[in-house]
């Protein structure tokens, strides 16, 4: 067998999930897979000082624009990327939601991780940003345990993690919320001390199983 053949076989190349495998559904919301015609909620979120300020630098619109090509790409055969929530009852875009690989040292995603065929090699993240007047009303608990959820019945992944600012009361309530637990603060996106969390395939298993 030449080495090209070899090579081939020994790489595991990752099933495609159609669009329907990836379109989520929870009693209030559903969250369908990102793209160029959600631009409107990622400026939303991205550009709005409320939104952003336990998360980054705001984003401008302008750079949003240029970013959506790259952020509505898809990894692991759609298993990995970002989901944009709205509400069933009015089709109101409220926010978005991601499984990406999470960053230890630089200020973004890796999207050069994010493969169509292959799980990126950094463990992956769940985060979740919602517009403010969607706030206060449990759908980030709501989106954040159906994408845990599909992440440990439509994935490989041994784990989930999650990481926030530690005095972002709000965040660190909804992750506890869904069953993530605190494991000390690490370094993420270039911060020191971030709160992280996580849940493991078998916690999750032992806790949907009660």
């Known amino acids: 067998m030449c080495l090209k053949k070899r090579l081939w076989k020994e790489v595991a ?41 336990y998360v980054g630098d705001v984003t401008t619109p302008e750079d949003v624009i240029q970013d959506m090509p790259q952020i509505t790409s898809r990894g692991a055969g759609g298993r990995v990327g970002i989901w944009c929530i709205s509400r069933k009852d009015t089709g109101q875009k ?52 159906r994408i845990l959820r599909f992440a440990f019945e439509k994935t490989d992944l041994p784990s989930v993690v999650a990481n926030t600012d530690p005095d972002h009361t709000a965040s660190k309530h909804v992750l506890e919320k869904c069953g993530m637990r605190f494991v000390g603060l ?11 969390y996580e849940l493991t395939r078998r916690e999750w298993e032992e806790e949907d199983c009660m």
């Open 13 to 53: 190349i990752v099933e495609v999930l159609s669009g329907g495998e990836l379109t989520l559904a929870t009693r209030r919301l559903d969250l369908k897979p990102l793209t160029s015609q959600d631009l409107d909620i990622i400026q939303s979120v991205w550009c709005d000082p409320q939104v952003m300020y």
């Open 94 to 145: 409220i926010g978005n939601i991601v499984l990406l690989p999470v960053s230890i040292d630089e200020d973004d995603t890796d999207w050069s991780q994010v493969v169509p065929y292959a799980y990126p090699k950094d463990e992956i993240e769940v985060g979740y940003q919602l517009v403010p007047d969607a706030w206060g009303q449990g759908y980030a608990s709501e989106a954040c345990e």
């Open 186 to 196: 690490k370094r993420a996106y270039g911060y020191d001390d971030q709160a992280w």
